[in-house]
């Protein structure tokens, strides 16, 4: 997936990874056409947002090598009694922020503008929020019901340049529409309490 790295200089550790490496956007990451099929066979007789969450999240993951992605979550649109803002839900990776306003970082960006984000770089992206210090690039998806209301997003991170490509976006984006048509978004419809948002 990934063009080689350059021969290291004399004296380097050749196994150090070049975490800066931009990689091929020409082709997919993965599979998706197998993956959607997976993610299908996981979800399908559950509607539970937090379960179907977990598995897909874990399904992208082991569909990714270990090198591309450091990170692939979902955060859910949820309400305090001043906002509506994006709460940590199941992940693979580090631990991350927990709570995003609508206004901060790339997630958030995506939740209120309803849109895909692809960022090449994120050090570039205003307002970017550094969970993980080895992320270079994103993808986040937007979570939609058919009705255009936005329930969470869909986020991916990798230590690499340049990582996602149109394929990519397109392929997660379809996973995506399933995993919120299979869903009971009702279930996480409670107000959470308000709490000290902390990057």
Same mark, same amino acid.
């Given at each position: 997936l990934s063009s080689p790295p350059a021969p290291a200089p004399a004296g380097a550790d050749a196994s150090a @990874?070049?975490?800066? =490496?931009k990689r091929s956007r020409s082709s997919p990451l993965a599979?998706?056409?197998?993956?959607?099929?997976?993610?299908?066979?996981?979800?399908?007789?559950?509607?539970?947002?937090v379960v179907n969450a977990a598995n897909v999240s874990s399904a992208?993951? !082991?569909?990714?090598?270990?090198? #591309?992605?450091?990170w692939v979550g979902f955060?859910?649109?949820?309400?305090? @009694?001043? !906002?509506? $803002? $994006?709460? $940590?839900?199941?992940? !693979?990776?580090?631990?991350?922020?927990?709570?995003i306003p609508y206004s901060e970082g790339v997630c &958030?960006?995506?939740? =209120?503008?309803?849109?895909?984000? =692809? #960022?090449?770089? #994120?050090? *570039? /992206?205003?307002?970017?929020?550094?969970?993980? &210090?080895a992320s270079n690039s994103? #993808?986040?998806v937007p979570l939609l019901t058919g009705g255009g209301e936005l329930v969470g997003v869909l986020d991916i991170d990798s230590p690499? +340049? *340049?990582? /996602?490509?149109?394929?990519?976006?397109?392929g997660l984006s379809k996973i995506a529409r +399933? +995993?919120?048509?299979k869903c009971d978004w009702s279930l996480l419809a409670g107000e959470l309490p308000e709490t000290e948002i902390t990057h």
């Open positions: @990874p070049n975490t800066k =490496r599979d998706y056409s197998s993956l959607y099929d997976e993610c299908s066979s996981l979800i399908a007789s559950e509607s539970d947002p992208i993951y !082991q569909a990714y090598t270990s090198s #591309v992605t450091n955060y859910f649109a949820r309400r305090t @009694p001043s !906002q509506t $803002l $994006l709460v $940590l839900g199941p992940f !693979q990776g580090k631990p991350a922020c927990k709570r &958030g960006a995506a939740a =209120r503008t309803k849109q895909v984000q =692809r #960022v090449d770089d #994120v050090h *570039s /992206f205003p307002g970017h929020i550094a969970c993980d &210090g994103e #993808v986040v690499h +340049l *340049s990582t /996602f490509s149109a394929a990519d976006v397109e +399933l +995993l919120v048509e």
